[in-house]
């Protein structure tokens, strides 16, 4: 890592097509897009980390290209956990079984236990970092992590509640930086010495300190202020966004914004992610046309070009990383 330098992680949820949940007619097709990816990739030096589903790893043709984009260390291949088409199916395919912290402890850990062993054989070695499907990290699921090897997650979306969509965790609170997980703590809570580190995901807002803009970003959202839509009218007004490192979601001024705001307060990592089917147009709701692919690669680029500009930056991925922020 060069003195000064800004330790970038690229990553990608590399997983099925069906973008609405499946367990039956699941398809892998959008994983033959990763050799184009991987020509960016290759330009600028990145490393990326594809976090790779059951479903990925059990294709032939998905693994061969997998093995190709990650062949020499270009890349690191990680584990994606979407916990309703992962075997054992003993469980109800419902909404709320589509988050991982849901389900039983012992059937987390079997899940966790198949999609390792596939990873392991196809691969040939075992992944490190782990990342749950819709984020769905709970503290058993960070006991399944310890019993089957991983000591890196990077699950935990800062400011993000997701208890209103099938029940789903909450990381108001979360730091913004590295910290250390144990399965007696809340995901929230940084346990010292704890044996699992968390590299959140790149949250946060357009203005500082987050301290305050999040709370009062929650308050607009909350009732009565929900009615009168404050929320909407200070993001679309520029005065308060709340903002992610997603080319999914967000256009290369704010992803820029955000990351000065993350440097400002202390962060040492900045993280860049999306997902494998919006590079296939027609599989996710970010990119229904081949113009909207063309688009999701003309924001990484640009945002590529306008942060080197901006600081040093050193491609890691995210076992790398966790070595020098741990």
């Not at 010292?192 to 949250?203: A, D, F, K, Q």
Request: proline letters at 8%; glycine letters at 8%; a neutral charge.
């Amino acid at each position: 890592m060069r003195n000064g330098s800004v330790l970038l992680i690229v990553s990608i949820d590399t997983e099925e097509d069906n973008w609405n949940r499946s367990r039956h007619d699941v398809t892998v097709e959008n994983i033959q897009e990763l050799r184009t990816q991987a020509t960016l990739f290759d330009r600028w030096g990145v490393r990326p980390t594809y976090f790779t589903t059951y479903h990925v790893a059990t294709d032939p043709e998905a693994a061969d290209v997998m093995r190709e984009v990650t062949d020499g260390g270009r890349a690191e291949i990680g584990a994606h956990l979407h916990p309703w088409n992962t075997p054992p199916l003993s469980e109800a395919f419902e909404p709320r079984n589509s988050m991982l912290k849901n389900l039983p402890a012992e059937l987390q850990r079997a899940k966790l236990e198949r999609l390792t062993a596939v990873l392991k054989e196809t691969f040939g070695r075992p992944p490190v970092a782990f990342r749950a499907g819709r984020y769905g990290l709970g503290r058993d699921t960070v006991a399944a992590l310890l019993r089957c090897g991983y000591r890196v997650d990077s699950s935990v979306s800062p400011f993000i509640s997701l208890e209103t969509v099938d029940d789903g965790p909450t990381f108001v609170g979360a730091p913004i930086g590295p910290y250390r997980l144990a399965p007696d703590r809340d995901v929230r809570e940084p346990a010292p010495n704890g044996p699992v580190l968390e590299i959140p995901l790149s949250y946060g807002f357009n203005r500082g300190p987050f301290s305050f803009w999040d709370p009062t970003r929650r308050l607009l959202e909350a009732t009565p202020f929900r009615w009168f839509h404050l929320a909407g009218i200070a993001a679309r007004a520029g005065l308060l966004k709340r903002v992610s490192l997603s080319p999914e979601y967000q256009a290369v001024g704010d992803m820029l914004t955000l990351s000065r705001r993350l440097l400002e307060h202390g962060v040492r990592h900045l993280q860049l992610s999306w997902h494998s089917p919006s590079l296939k147009p027609g599989l996710s709701p970010f990119a229904a046309t081949a113009a909207d692919v063309a688009r999701l690669y003309a924001c990484i680029e640009g945002f590529l070009n306008g942060l080197s500009r901006l600081m040093p930056l050193t491609f890691v991925t995210t076992s790398e990383a966790a070595a020098v922020l741990g």
